[in-house]
Structure formats: structure tokens, C-alpha cells
């Protein structure tokens, strides 16, 4: 006998949680990286790994079921296509995001969705007291969780950028909030011409020279640190904020962006890397976005395209065009208002 209908799919809307959790614990783990030669039962990942041989293969079992991994006779276990994406060696790899999705740093924001529903104030802060920045900037083990994951979605996100937009003519750049400098190392690394500053906050900046030195740029790109609400480094020609805007309400971004154009050299851009919101009703990762900074973030959003016109327009700059990439990243390209 079949359940009513839409018992199954609310069944599994409900539970995804548990996938969520599961595939962040094997992340952690490294299991997939241990399945990149061959098939492994349970008793040797238990083993690599140290964990209880009987309670992996449990969840190792109901992950297969969900396509995460192919189960074979004699509790084997070896890698699909999905898992595939999990292992650390893969360009664009999800592990960093898996295990930083069922930390207790994002799990405990995401179960305070009611709290922040009735104040209008982040999950974050009713799970944990304090805003997310603060935390990170006091919790050098959640910071590590985070920073892998940005840094991670960073170097995932910057060939598709370079695919979309060209920075051939840029002289110099700014990266704005840039935090290790993954964005501005693959700019500078594509365009020999070009030179970079990256700024960010001084317990970041203090620990960027590694990335920059690995890319092979750190003779072109100085880091400077600061505060983006109170100035950015002046007279370059192209100043790129992403993933930055959708951290803060508007007033904080327009602070943000009129200090751009305060900064701006004559005929440089502003380039805001940021999901869009778009005009219809289906889904589209950046919905998804903006509750994770509605639950997150002190006031964060994703915004639709007028919503920026807005903001733009009120720190002194228009919106020229928009550039849609692979991954469903939008780059807006803007100017002074009187350019």
C-alpha cells in the first residue's frame, strides 16, 4: 500500500538533517580521500580513521542508500559520483563546506531559526551570544572551520570568474575583505600585468602571505589591513568585493561601497561578486543564501537586482552591467554615478 500522497517527500524534508550531519561527519573523516584507489570495507575506514567499526558501517549503510556511496557484499564500501566530490584532491571539492556545514558553529545558528524569527535578530546571536565575526575572532578552531570553507569557496569560484570577466586592463586592484587573497592571487596570476592590494582585517592580513607566496604573486600584491567601514586603500582602478555585501544590512553596505567610490581612481570599477536574487518564484541557491545570512549574519541578505541598483545609487554608484558566470555567481560591474 503507497502513503498518501506527499508523505514520502515531507518524510524527507524532514529528515535531511540527518544527511546533512552524516555527510559532514565523513568529510571530517576523510573517508572518500581513503576510497580514491579502491573500495574499502568498514572494518579498514573504522581503522584509518579511529572510530567504532559497527557504528561507521551503520552510517556509512544509510549513506549509500542515499547514493553518497556504493555498498557491497561484505560491508565494502566504495566511492560514487557524489562522494567523489568530497575527497580534498578534487577541484572544487565540497569538503571544506561539508565539514563546516555540520559544525556546531552553523548547526547551532540553523537551530535557532524560531528565536531569530521572533526577534529579528540572527540565529547566530541567540545561539551563541555574540555575532559571528566576534566568534570567529575569539574561537581559533571555529575561525579554522570557517576560514577553510571560505577559502575553499574562494579557489572554487575564481576560475569561473576569470572564464566570465576579463581583467586584462586592470593596473591595479583592491581586494576588498579579501581575506587570504585566493580571488586577487588567481587575477594576478592570470594577468602578468596587474597589480593587487589585499585588505582585510589585521588578524587576517597577518596570516595571508602564504597564499599569496604559493601563487607566486606576493611581489605584485601588498596586503594592507583595516577597516572597510572607515576607508579602503586609494587610487586603484578596480576594487572587488566579494561575498562581502551579503554580511551586512544596507547601511553597512553602503558605508562599504561609498568608500569604494571615495577611493576609486578616475574611471575605476567597483566588481561585487554576489549571488542575485531573480525576479521568479522556483528555486535558486541564492533563496537558500539568504537564509543562511538571515540566520547567520548581523542583518545580511541576498539581494535582487533593483535592490542593489538601490544601494549603489546611494553610495554614488550605478550598476553598468551584470555578468552572470557558470555557477550561478553574478558579477556587477559598476561605476561612479557620473561617469
Not at 575553499?152 to 581575506?179: K, P
Request: charged share 20%; with cysteine.
Amino acid at each position: 500500500m503507497q502513503p498518501p500522497a506527499g508523505v514520502a517527500d515531507m518524510r524527507r524534508l524532514l529528515l535531511g538533517f540527518s544527511i546533512t550531519i552524516g555527510v559532514s561527519a565523513v568529510a571530517e573523516l576523510g573517508i572518500a580521500d581513503h576510497l580514491v584507489e579502491r573500495p574499502k570495507t568498514a572494518a579498514e575506514l573504522a581503522r584509518l580513521t579511529g572510530t567504532d567499526e559497527m557504528f561507521l558501517c551503520r552510517l556509512l549503510r544509510f549513506l549509500s542508500s542515499e547514493g553518497l556511496f556504493e555498498e557491497r557484499d561484505g560491508d565494502l564500501f566504495a566511492l560514487t559520483e557524489r562522494s567523489h566530490w568530497l575527497r580534498s584532491d578534487v577541484p572544487g571539492s565540497f569538503r571544506a563546506r561539508a565539514v563546516y556545514t555540520g559544525s556546531a558553529m552553523s548547526w547551532m545558528a540553523w537551530g535557532s531559526m524560531l528565536p531569530c524569527l521572533k526577534t529579528g535578530k540572527s540565529g547566530f546571536l541567540a545561539a551563541f551570544g555574540q555575532d559571528v565575526f566576534t566568534h570567529i575572532r575569539e574561537h581559533p578552531d571555529s575561525a579554522a572551520t570557517f576560514n577553510a570553507f571560505m577559502a575553499a569557496q574562494t579557489a572554487a569560484s575564481s576560475a569561473a570568474i576569470l572564464n566570465a570577466y576579463s581583467f586584462a586592463d586592470v593596473r591595479e586592484m583592491v581586494d576588498v575583505g579579501g581575506g587570504h587573497g585566493a580571488l586577487v592571487a588567481s587575477v594576478l596570476r592570470a594577468n602578468a600585468g596587474a597589480r593587487g592590494i589585499l585588505f582585510d582585517m589585521p588578524e587576517i592580513i597577518a596570516t595571508a602571505g602564504p597564499v599569496l607566496d604559493k601563487a607566486g604573486v606576493a611581489d605584485r600584491c601588498r596586503t594592507e589591513s583595516g577597516d572597510f567601514f572607515a576607508s579602503v586603500p586609494a587610487g586603484a582602478d578596480l576594487y572587488a568585493l566579494k561575498f562581502i555585501l551579503h554580511d551586512w544590512p544596507d547601511d553597512k553596505c553602503i558605508a562599504i561601497l561609498r568608500n569604494c567610490r571615495k577611493a576609486m581612481a578616475p574611471g575605476a570599477k567597483v566588481l561585487i561578486v554576489e549571488f542575485v536574487v531573480p525576479e521568479g518564484r522556483g528555486p535558486h541557491i541564492s533563496k537558500f543564501m539568504d537564509i543562511n545570512m538571515m540566520v547567520n549574519t548581523p542583518g545580511g541578505r541576498e539581494r535582487t537586482e533593483q535592490q542593489f541598483v538601490q544601494l549603489l545609487a546611494a553610495a554614488g554608484l550605478r550598476l553598468q552591467r551584470i555578468v552572470p558566470t557558470a555557477i550561478e555567481l553574478c558579477l556587477l560591474e559598476c561605476v561612479a554615478s557620473d561617469a
